[in-house]
Each structure stands twice: as C-alpha cells, then as structure tokens.
C-alpha cells in the first residue's frame, strides 16, 4: 500500500503533488484556505490549491466533507476502505445535524431569557389590574366633571378653566390607554402559555373590561 502510494505521488502534477504531500505529512483536516496559507511561499496560488483538491477528491487521495457551508478536507488512509470512509462521511453528517440542532436550542434559549427580562421590567399582573382600575376611576371623575361643566353657562366658567379640564383630560386620558397597553401586552404574554381562554382567564383573576364596567371609548 506504501509503494502504491509513494508511486501515485511521483506521477502527480507538482501542485497536487505539493498539496497532497502537505495534507498526508500533516495527516489532519484542513480547509482550501488553510492549505492555500501554508503553500503560498511555495509560489501555489489560491486557484491551483482547489484546482489540486478537487482533483484529488475525485482521484479518492482527499475526501471532502461540509462543515456548515465550509468545506473541509481530508486525507484518505492508506489502510482505510471505502466502507470505513462512507461511515466517516454518515457520522460527519450526523454530528452537522446535532451541531445544528444545538444551535436552534441556544437561539431558543437566548430568545426566552429576553422574553423573561421584558417580563421581568414591566408590572405583575395584581399591580396591572390596580393601575388600570385606578385610572379607570380617573378618567370617569374627569369626564364627568367635563360634561358637567360643559352644560353649565359660559360664565361661571371662563375659557381658561375649560382649557386646564381639557389638557388635564387628555393627560390622563393618554396615561390610562399607555397603561392599558402594557397590562394587554402581560396578559397577552400569559394567554401564549395559558391553556384556557381569554375570557375564562379574565374572569379567574378578576379582569375588568372597559366594556363590562360601561366604561366610555377614549
């Protein structure tokens, strides 16, 4: 197996020759990149490296195996079959997969810590409920000071006033539906991983609508 192979060696070209004797001296995985490096100050250029590898992949002296879109290769053992290369070649296969499916696992991960901290900076669902029932509470006392002003003469209360009502109205008004957001964004969060329905979740944790309060539309 030697002789064979010290006379495939003289009757290569000298770039593959050169290729070749590198990867069998060196006997581990490389890229073309990698060869190219360790070859240049021989004069071989990136081109003539791949050209040489190819050649010998399809000669059977280097056999080639993809490491996610790179391409690595290797030399054939002497003493190897094309059996021992094709069960190489399935567990190469199987280790990218389970390399792959680690990676989905990470990203997963990283991606439920992020959805824990977002959780984590905003109100507990009992903290929620009392902010959003007492700007409920708000809203109502304002608008009904608002309407009743608003059917009072025109000269017990002067432009000025109206305008503060106003403002302070819209102020709050503006609280309440960013609050009222961020309780709907929790609760939605809740429901991803909640078996039951919106409307039996409410009624478990004692949700209050707008709509089941008679609360007007802002």
Do not use: W
Request: proline share 2%; glycine share 4%; charged share 40%.
């Amino acid at each position: 197996m030697r002789s064979s192979e010290n006379t495939y060696r003289t009757n290569m070209g000298s770039d593959k020759k050169n290729v070749y004797d590198f990867m069998a001296t060196a006997n581990r995985p490389f890229s073309s990149n990698d060869v190219f490096s360790n070859l240049q100050r021989q004069g071989i250029g990136k081109s003539a490296v791949e050209k040489a590898l190819d050649q010998l992949v399809k000669e059977d002296k280097i056999f080639m195996k993809l490491n996610g879109k790179q391409k690595i290769y290797c030399v054939v053992q002497p003493d190897s079959t094309a059996e021992d290369q094709k069960e190489i070649q399935l567990i190469d296969e199987e280790l990218a997969k389970t390399t792959e499916a680690l990676r989905e696992v990470e990203r997963k991960y990283k991606q439920s810590e992020i959805e824990v901290k977002t959780l984590q900076g905003t109100y507990s669902t009992e903290e929620a409920k009392r902010k959003v029932s007492e700007m409920e509470k708000i809203v109502s006392e304002l608008k009904s000071k608002l309407d009743k002003m608003s059917k009072t003469s025109g000269n017990v209360v002067s432009s000025k006033d109206k305008e503060k009502v106003k403002k302070e109205y819209e102020t709050v008004t503006k609280e309440y539906r960013k609050r009222k957001r961020m309780c709907t964004d929790i609760l939605d969060s809740i429901l991803e991983n909640c078996p039951k329905p919106k409307k039996a979740l409410f009624e478990e944790i004692g949700i209050e609508t707008d709509e089941s309060v008679g609360m007007p539309k802002l």
